[in-house]
T-cell receptor
Framework: LAKTTQPISMDSYEGQEVNITCSHN???????ITWYQQFPSQGPRFIIQ???TKVTNEVASLFIPADRKSSTLSLPRVSLSDTAVYYC?????????FGTGTRLKVLA | DAEITQSPRHKITETGRQVTLACHQT?????MFWYRQDLGHGLRLIHYSYGVQDTNKGEVSDGYSVSRSNTEDLPLTLESAASSQTSVYFCASSEGGLAGGRNTQYFGPGTRLTVL
């Protein structure tokens, strides 16, 4: 199972773009990369998913280089409500491993 | 609306007792998962199931068991609760199929278990 590594914490200011990188060196061919957001006392919530190159939705972008050994979640113009823990998940039919998560704190 | 529920939301038990945590989803998802979350460890996979009668061990399965007798439910049993199993437990489900990790997982609200 592919393990992931993320920074433990990050601080940012409102209105800035935030980039969180996840390392997954032993990602397998069938694995997709998924990012989740978690607020205190709640279950994780899906943000974005990708396999390669770039994916964008209404809340975030996901950048995946050609070797797929890492990925970067980009949150444009963060607000105070984006303060949460962000998890990178690499999965396949063999199972799923969450990273330890990145605690993002957005400051006013 | 379809949803995933967990019960109880909070549970206090004693060491050595058997405890069962319930997970029920109404999406008709084939895949179901149990995770535990402890401070400093993020979420760790305990068991998962890809369909009725299918169960698989995850990263931290020792001391836990699951059974899948229907599509909607995946109860998690602690055979003999230990203080090290004090944690928050999350159940999740996804649509299914062996399509790699493409299926988005939807999480329940969690069960906070305390073992004294």
């Amino acid at each position: 199972l592919a393990k992931t590594t993320q920074p433990i914490s990050m601080d940012s200011y409102e209105g800035q773009e935030v980039n969180i990188t996840c390392s997954h060196n032993n990602i397998a061919t069938n694995d997709y990369i998924t990012w989740y957001q978690q607020f205190p006392s709640q279950g994780p919530r899906f943000i974005i998913q990708g396999y390669k190159t770039k994916v964008t939705n209404e809340v975030a972008s996901l950048f995946i280089p050609a070797d797929r050994k890492s990925s970067t979640l980009s949150l444009p113009r963060v607000s105070l409500s984006d303060t949460a823990v962000y998890y990178c998940l690499v999965g396949s039919f063999r199972g799923y491993i969450f990273g330890t998560g990145t605690r993002l704190k957005v400051l006013a | 609306d379809a949803e995933i529920t967990q019960s109880p939301r909070h549970k206090i038990t004693e060491t050595g007792r058997q405890v069962t945590l319930a997970c029920h989803q109404t999406w008709n998802h084939n895949n179901m998962f149990w995770y535990r979350q402890d401070l400093g460890h993020g979420l760790r996979l305990i068991h998962y199931s890809y369909g009725v009668q299918d169960t698989n061990k995850g990263e931290v399965s020792d001391g836990y068991s699951v059974s899948r007798s229907n599509t909607e439910d995946l109860p998690l049993t602690l055979e003999s609760a230990a203080s090290s199993q004090t944690s928050v437990y999350f159940c999740a489900s996804s649509e299914g199929g062996l399509a790699g990790g493409r299926n988005t997982q939807y999480f329940g609200p969690g069960t906070r278990l305390t073992v004294l």
